[in-house]
């Protein structure tokens, strides 16, 4: 059992940390799916805002940006761009990548199966061998 990490960056981040930590975790399928909705939310000005749903907050993900609310204390509650959020998945990516490297490129082979071969990594990071 790997131990989750907290997260440590911005006060302005605070919220988005504790989501991509406390509900995402150290699941790769579930840093790739929620980056794949921000991609495409980048690339569609048209999309409507999609539901990503955790344990302990709902992120709404749409071209304007992300908003995550925590579903237990209504006053935690944050906006972010996509920009930002794209990073911070792509950074918890990289963490990922040591703390579960023996699983990640498995899940990322299983996200682009059941995905028609998209690959929200692609470059972004390298390619898998």
């Known amino acids: 059992m790997h131990e989750t990490p907290e997260f440590n960056g911005p006060d302005s981040l605070t919220i988005m940390g504790q989501w991509v930590t406390g509900d995402i975790q150290l699941s790769p399928y579930s840093v790739l799916d929620a980056l794949d909705l921000v991609l495409a939310a980048k690339n569609n000005a048209n999309q409507e805002f999609v539901h990503f749903d955790g344990n302990s907050y709902n992120a709404n993900i749409g071209p304007s940006g992300v908003v995550i609310e925590n579903l237990f204390v209504e006053e935690v509650r944050g906006e972010y761009s996509l920009a930002e ?3 911070m998945l792509l950074d918890f990516w990289d963490y990922c990548s040591q703390a579960v490297a023996d699983e ?3 899940w990322r082979r299983q996200f682009m199966s059941d995905h028609h071969g998209r690959d929200p990594l692609a ?3 390298a390619p898998l061998d």
Request: proline share 0%; net charge neutral.
């Open 85 to 87: 959020t794209q990073m």
């Open 104 to 106: 990640v490129d498995s």
């Open 123 to 125: 470059g972004l990071r």
